[in-house]
Structure formats: structure tokens, C-alpha cells
């Protein structure tokens, strides 16, 4: 009889518990399709790129199979149901780093356009324009200036 692993019992879980957390940024990007305001993190919109990648990839091996490769039904018609959701994060993406949404069309230039906005896309989270600024450093009180010497 073979041993029984404990690591794989517990490990089971809890790859289970990271796939449900990371699939609900996907869900939540479906959830505000066409909400093209507000902020998206790098978490949330990289979470997005990475399931869309994978469903795409699935759907587009399953049409190899069942069209041959010249007839992609399901991940074009998923390409169609995710356009707007995809371009709805990707703005909010770029909010996140306080640029417009416009900046998105940079993209339709060949090549740099992707570099640009590949570059805006991994950029931290900025401070929304506007909020207070972070305190500065408490600096000691200083003395008023002195008063002229009297003639």
C-alpha cells in the first residue's frame, strides 16, 4: 500500500482557493463591461489579460477540432463578447496611472504604440489627481526674521 501524503492534501486547497480569487478579477472585468470609468490595478487588469489569454487559447484548440483552421466559431464569437470588457479595463488601467483613455489609441500605431502602452499598463498605481498630497516632514519652527538694528 502506498503512503499517504499530507502536503498533497493540504497543497489541493489551497491552489484551488488562489484560481477562485484570481477568476474573480476576470468576472469582476465582465461584471463592469461597459464601465469606462474609475481605476482598475495592475493586479486586476493583469489577472484579466492572463484568463482571457488562456480562455482564448482554449476556445481556438477546440475550433481546430471542430472546424479544422479556417472556421474559429466559439473563440471569435468569445473575441466579440470580450471586445468591450477588454477595452472597458485597459481604460481604466490607464486611470489608474492618470492618463486618459484617449491614450488607448496610441495603440494603432505599429509597434510603438504597444511599447507605450505596455510601459503605461506596468506602471504603479499613481495618486488620484487632485487628493492631498502625502505630509511633508515635520520641520522645527523657525525663528522670525530679525528686526533692523535701530539708528
Same mark, same amino acid.
Given at each position: @500500500?502506498?503512503?499517504? !501524503? +499530507?502536503?498533497?492534501?493540504?497543497?489541493?486547497?489551497?491552489?484551488? +482557493?488562489?484560481?477562485?480569487?484570481? @477568476?474573480?478579477?476576470?468576472? =469582476?472585468?465582465?461584471?463592469? !463591461?461597459? =464601465?469606462?470609468? &474609475?481605476?482598475?490595478?495592475?493586479?486586476?487588469?493583469? @489577472?484579466?489579460?492572463?484568463?482571457?489569454?488562456?480562455?482564448?487559447?482554449?476556445? #481556438?484548440?477546440?475550433?481546430?477540432?471542430?472546424? &479544422?483552421?479556417?472556421?474559429?466559431?466559439? #473563440?471569435?464569437?468569445?473575441?466579440? /463578447? /470580450?471586445?468591450?470588457?477588454?477595452?472597458?479595463?485597459?481604460?481604466?488601467?490607464?486611470?489608474?496611472?492618470?492618463? #486618459?483613455?484617449?491614450?488607448?489609441?496610441?495603440?494603432?500605431?505599429?509597434?510603438? &504604440?504597444?511599447?507605450?502602452?505596455?510601459?503605461? !499598463?506596468?506602471?504603479?498605481?499613481? *495618486?488620484?489627481? &487632485?487628493?492631498?498630497?502625502?505630509?511633508?516632514?515635520? +520641520?522645527?519652527? +523657525?525663528?522670525?526674521? /530679525?528686526?533692523? *538694528?535701530? /539708528?
Amino acid at each position: @500500500m502506498l503512503p499517504k !501524503y +499530507q502536503a498533497c492534501d493540504t497543497i489541493k486547497p489551497i491552489i484551488i +482557493q488562489i484560481l477562485v480569487n484570481t @477568476m474573480n478579477y476576470y468576472i =469582476e472585468a465582465f461584471k463592469k !463591461y461597459a =464601465e469606462f470609468s &474609475g481605476r482598475a490595478t495592475r493586479k486586476e487588469f493583469w @489577472m484579466f489579460v492572463l484568463f482571457h489569454v488562456i480562455v482564448f487559447a482554449v476556445l #481556438s484548440f477546440i475550433d481546430s477540432f471542430i472546424g &479544422g483552421e479556417n472556421l474559429n466559431i466559439l #473563440s471569435g464569437l468569445y473575441g466579440l /463578447a /470580450a471586445l468591450v470588457p477588454s477595452i472597458a479595463i485597459a481604460i481604466r488601467r490607464l486611470h489608474d496611472t492618470n492618463r #486618459s483613455g484617449w491614450w488607448l489609441l496610441i495603440g494603432l500605431v505599429p509597434f510603438i &504604440g504597444a511599447i507605450v502602452l505596455l510601459v503605461f !499598463y506596468v506602471l504603479p498605481t499613481a *495618486p488620484a489627481a &487632485g487628493a492631498p498630497a502625502a505630509p511633508a516632514a515635520a +520641520q522645527p519652527p +523657525q525663528a522670525p526674521p /530679525a528686526a533692523p *538694528p535701530a /539708528a
